[in-house]
């Protein structure tokens, strides 16, 4: 089976991408891959090539991504905001052979590097290369096979329950693993993909599913002018950072369709999907259980470990691939999580965002949280700052949309919910430099900034 005929196999006057002018069918998709196809082999791209491709949220960059995975290349998306440093890096690191920018549908600039050597093992079947950070800021690039990719779009639609009559707004980057996932459920399912710069109905008729990280979902909330449209949506998921209660609270009393779920690059996506009982005691935030073909645990410390057919093949390092297993075949995801009465996840915390103060061990996440349940506050970060008597002390950075921020009526409502200890010494409102294009704040670059 071809790539064409996994993804583009769906009647072909069906709505397969949907613009603010243009509707295109899953037949023009097809025909216009088949062209991307074929400057691509006429451009010297071979079958198997290693190729970086500068993404962008368009149809040119999809129907490009979807001819280089027909040839059987593995494809590094590449982020426009990137250093320059950083995306020649990356590019050295899997030894790219070609820089592929989609101007537009027919023209396609592809430029060769000096990567001319022999072609690494791994680069034998279609993959995406994904940059994942985590919270350490040290970019690992992910290899994500085709057939683990398409796994995870077709175990997880029915989760979100969707249709070929229904239409998925891409709302997240395609370099991020949240965009791939979007991208190929609507794919798979043969349900439309929407680049529309709104949310109101499409031409084709309306949005039905919407995927956004807390902070986005904080502002869609905000805004009276979406309430209607969020009301019309079959599913918002809500996932990629950490969940405060109060958002979520607000969106059920609103009457939203809102799913939570907890994902990481490494398992493609979402790994886990709660549609009911979202809170559960004590204000934390439900992330439900596993999808099929998927499995999870908690090793002896708490940590969240997973395994499952959507896994990585491995991180791309100069002695090939790095596939970092423990207990056997259990990927460890970093993060710190509970099992919750009713059997579903709830993560406390990164295992190497938590640091010691005085003492005490503390987990960002939790005063985050915390901070989010104040109404003037949308989003959060805390980190470390060095401290002569305690080591360490809490100094928080937030999106707070122009609020006032005194830290002692910050610091009050705080101590009903957060341990004495665990109260930030400092609240700054974060400087743009450290938001990430969904609106999280990064917090390697919140560690970085304090230590300057």
Known sequence: MTVFHDLLKHPKSSPCIVEDTITRSYGDVEEAARTALKILRERGVSAHSIVALQTDRDTASIVTLIALLEMGCSVLLTNSRWPQTMHAEAIQRVAARHIVTAASLNKIDINPT????????????????????GSTGVPKLALLQLSSLLTSARTSAPACRLTPNDCWHLSLPLFHVGGLGILFRTLVTGSSLSLTHSLENTKRGPITHLSVVPTQLYRLLRDSSTHETLRRQKVILVGGAPIGPRVITQALERGLPVMTTYGLTEMGSAVTLASSRLIAE???ISLGVPLPCREMKLSANGEVLTRGETLFAGYITPDGLSLPLVDGDWFPTGDIGRFLPDGTLAILGR????????????????IENALTTLP????????????DEFGHRPFAFVVSEGASLDLN???EPLR???PSFALPIGVQEAPKELLTPTGKISRAMARASVKR
């Open 376 to 387: 003037e506050i949308s989003a959060a970060c805390v980190v470390p700052i060095p401290d």
């Open 351 to 366: 295992r190497d965002a938590q640091f010691i103060s005085g003492g005490e061990n503390i987990h960002p996440e939790m």
């Open 416 to 418: 009903e919910l957060i």
């Open 114 to 133: 000096s990567h001319a050597g022999q072609r690494p093992s791994w680069a034998t079947h279609p993959a995406v290369i994904v940059a994942t950070s």
């Open 409 to 411: 009526e910050i610091r």
């Open 282 to 284: 004590g204000h934390t």
